[in-house]
């Protein structure tokens, strides 16, 4: 049975929405996802993968694959990662490939200031044989399905030391066409995206990171989240926050080894969508190998 998904939704979602809900708490996990100026700060090799299935429910949701890699190089004020990202919204699937190239300069003994270009190519293909039309004269529905490639290129700055980042990348600075497609205006939209945190240590044991994500995207609303997590014997963090608009977050992680970490974040609606769907899963996993390390010292926290 063909999906039940107008193409007006279908279109808000893939240029909206998805972007402001679908990568939503992968900073929680690894900032390489939401700032390329991340690269390396890890000070080793580190490769990690996220699988979001978001609004459990909703017929033609978007569900969400990413996978990122980055280390510093031999040369301590340099970096290099690649993101990969897969994302499928009703007749959308969205495939993008990016490298990052970071450049880093030490402030102080724990702290530095981070630049990074990311370049690559993002691929769009719609099926538009699995919409139903509510108008059979709708040209749309005549398209079949189409792909398109276009580029991709962000900017991105970070500062971070032992107790503390804050950031802004600046994403789709191509604005390439989607869709080449009569009568649509379908474009990439300029994506901007401000996170920062601080965190209080209360004892050997316990310690407070409240942080906080803004992220604007022309033609949509102004995303916000307030965030609070709390690491014990710096192991294990456990985390809560809100996001403006839609709902409530919650999110545990665990370093299992000094190599291994693995985590998962659950966020479901308080607005009018949660009588639609049963909420938002996340999967994390990230391992850092013992090559390329760096004599930079890592904040440890973030």
Known sequence: MKKLLLIGCCCWLAQATAQQQGLQNLYFFDLAYVNAAYAGHHDALSASTILRKQWVGFNGAP??????????LRNQNMALGLNAHYERIGPRDVTSLAATYAYRIRLREKSRLSFAL???AEN????????????????IQWQGSQSNWMPVFDFAVL?????????????????????DVELSESRQFLHATAVGGYLF???????LKPNALVR????????????????FMERFWLGA??????????????RATDKLEVGYAYDFALNPMRNQHAGSHELYLSYRFNVFKSRFSSPRYF
């Open 63 to 72: 569900e969400t694959f990413a996978l990122a890699l980055h280390s510093p």
């Open 118 to 120: 990311r370049a690559g």
């Open 124 to 139: 769009h293909r719609f099926d538009f044989d699995k919409i139903e039309y509510r108008d059979e004269n709708d040209p």
């Open 159 to 179: 500062a971070t030391g032992e107790k503390f980042f804050g950031g802004l990348q600046v994403s789709n600075l191509a604005q390439a066409r989607i869709r």
């Open 201 to 207: 240590v209360l004892s050997d044991k316990v310690a």
């Open 216 to 231: 604007y995207a022309e033609n949509a609303p102004v995303q916000l989240d307030l965030n609070l997590h709390a690491l």
């Open 241 to 254: 926050g809100y996001r403006h608009q839609y709902g409530m977050l919650a999110m545990v992680q665990f």
